[in-house]
């Protein structure tokens, strides 16, 4: 439901021509009411400046991941924008350089390797039925053929994406508890809208191509899935998919998921889309996930389950490696 509501946001933004700044605040206002009103954040136990001022930070950061993901989303696509959101992996590169044991360290660049290849290839239209090399049958012209991206316009969305893992790493660290996490949740939506509203005023009052802060219209499907499916409702399937599957965003597994899912989406919106292209990107994407968060066996350590799942190891060091 939620890769639904980016085709729909994709195709709505795509046709209204309306500011993605502006668009992504008006989802996170009615958010930022929802979360507040059922986490109740300031009843409870009061929380400590340790926990309270990280997740401002992190609110901070979240609102540079939604604009930077809005306007990767447009110059990209919805397919490429998904699978950009899986770059976080790369952090499971940097906790192993610092934290872990050197002897894992090149495995973890091959695999960082391999997904630069997957990008690159997606950057240079393999998903795409007018660029990929492996589309060779079907002649019927398409609408609106695709232009190939080029690994420059790759870096909003790969950004995007990094900071939205660096984002779930801050939210694990400062708490581990679920009540707690979802207070904290709620503030970081709240902040993330106080932060993007002075650029979504400032937005409107250069007189961007949509005034729809401003005017008055009936919410259209494209807004309320991304704000239903894409920030509420998805905060709460991930604490279950974490805790109860061991099914982390930035893994094989979940990227399996959304394959089938975007090409299944693919086919119903009648996007210029390359199954066989993007099959390989997919393999060779989720290949390098697999070694960049791969961790290092040891038979005289066991590792639990959920510590394999989550891709930390918790070692004799004082400091343990960043999730990724």
């Avoid at 929380?47 to 950061?61: A, D, H, K």
């Avoid at 998904?82 to 660049?109: C, D, P, T």
């Avoid at 066989?276 to 968060?293: D, K, M, N, R, W």
Wanted: proline share 5%; net charge positive; glycine share 8%.
């Amino acid at each position: 439901m939620r890769i639904w509501s980016v085709y729909s946001l994709y195709s709505y933004l795509s046709n209204s021509g309306d500011s993605i700044v502006g668009f992504i605040f008006s989802c996170l206002v009615p958010t930022s009411v929802i979360f507040l009103v059922l986490q109740k954040p300031w009843k409870g136990r009061p929380l400590p400046n340790s926990q309270v001022v990280p997740t401002v930070v992190n609110g901070g950061i979240l609102a540079l991941y939604f604009v930077l993901w809005g306007k990767g989303l447009l110059a990209c696509g919805p397919l490429v924008a998904l699978l950009a959101e899986y770059a976080g992996a790369v952090l499971g590169v940097l906790s192993a350089a610092l934290y872990g044991r050197k002897v894992n360290i090149w495995k973890k660049i091959g695999g960082l390797a391999a997904m630069l290849v997957a990008y690159y290839l997606l950057s240079n239209g393999w998903s795409t039925r007018t660029h990929s090399p492996l589309y060779s049958f079907g002649s019927e012209p398409l609408e609106k053929p695709t232009q190939i991206i080029g690994m420059k316009e790759m870096v909003v969305p790969i950004t995007a994406g990094i900071l939205s893992a660096l984002r779930r790493v801050l939210a694990r660290r400062v708490s581990l508890k679920n009540q707690l996490k979802r207070r904290l949740h709620a503030i970081t939506i709240a902040s993330a809208t106080c932060f993007l509203f002075p650029f979504a005023m400032w937005d409107t009052i250069l007189g961007s191509a949509s005034d729809s802060i401003v005017k008055l219209q009936l919410p259209s499907w494209a807004y309320l899935s991304t704000v239903v499916f894409g920030m509420v409702l998805i905060f709460y399937v991930d604490n279950v998919a974490e805790e109860k599957l061991h099914l982390v965003f930035s893994s094989p597994r979940h990227l399996m998921v959304s394959t089938g899912c975007i090409i299944v989406l693919e086919i119903l919106y009648n996007m210029d889309f390359s199954l066989l292209g993007f099959l390989v990107c997919s393999v060779v994407l989720g290949f390098g996930i697999f070694e960049a968060t791969s961790l290092e066996r040891s038979k005289k350590i066991p590792l639990e389950a959920h510590e394999l799942s989550n891709g930390v190891f918790h070692n004799q060091l004082p400091i343990s490696a960043l999730p990724s």
